[in-house]
């Protein structure tokens, strides 16, 4: 079946350093990518997307490039805040134009030191 | 406008019992997700609805689980005789017919004792 690896947690980072944290997939076909972050006290968001190879989704100063080759999905993001400390999730649905549920990784919590 | 509301938002039983979670998705979304999630994991599907009917329930984990969505808007989570390992926070989702993006409610947490 379908799954997400993504960087076990937590992950401590000072204020402005960079931010990487690693997703691989595994599925049969080509997914569509996601990121969704779940701030402290607060349901899950959106925060980037790609639907198919090479894309790259960005948002809110993280980017990911959806890369076929590696079966990756890595957050970036260049200089980190305070605010970024929250927990992420890295996610695939197979859906192509249609409802599908997804697939979730088991999430790497973010703490940024000011 | 209003997001994904779920009711309650804390729900405590015990082992055995019969609960119903419920959940209100943004008007006009048609398609309704449920997922589970335990303590540092991330969340587990269990099944969607596109309109009316259940489209995938291949996510309820046994026959104590089901959920109906009888107009097509709210949908309740029904679990019955309630086991320890039920524990988690449930979580719903809705979204537009053919747009990936899931809006979530949230989450109901739920303890059975």
């Known amino acids: 079946g379908n799954s997400v690896t993504q960087m076990e947690g937590p992950v401590t980072l000072s204020e402005e350093a960079f931010l990487t944290i690693n997703c691989t997939y595994t599925a049969t076909g080509y997914p569509s990518l996601f990121w969704y972050v779940q701030y402290p006290g607060e349901g899950l968001q959106l925060l980037l997307k790609a639907t198919k190879a090479d894309d790259k989704g960005s948002n809110k100063g993280f980017e990911a490039t959806y890369r076929k080759e590696t079966t990756s999905f890595h957050l970036e993001k260049g200089s980190v805040q305070v605010s970024d400390s929250a927990v992420y999730f890295c996610a695939l649905t197979m859906a192509r134009g249609g409802a599908d549920g997804l697939t979730f990784g088991k999430g790497t919590h973010l703490i940024i030191q000011p | 406008g209003a997001g994904v509301s779920q009711t309650p938002s804390n729900k405590v039983t015990e082992k055995g019992k019969y609960v119903e979670l419920r959940c209100d998705p943004i008007s006009g979304h048609t398609a309704l997700y449920w997922y589970r999630q335990s303590l540092g994991q991330g969340p587990e599907f269990l099944i969607y609805f596109q309109g009316t009917g259940a489209a995938d329930d291949s996510g309820l984990p046994n026959d104590r689980f089901f959920a109906v969505r009888p107009e097509g808007s709210v949908s309740t989570l029904k679990i019955q005789r309630t086991e320890r390992g039920d524990s988690a926070v449930y979580l719903c989702?809705?979204?537009?017919?053919?747009?990936?993006?899931?809006?979530f409610g949230p989450g109901t947490r739920l303890t059975v004792t």
């Open positions: 989702a809705s979204s537009l017919t053919g747009n990936h993006e899931q809006y």
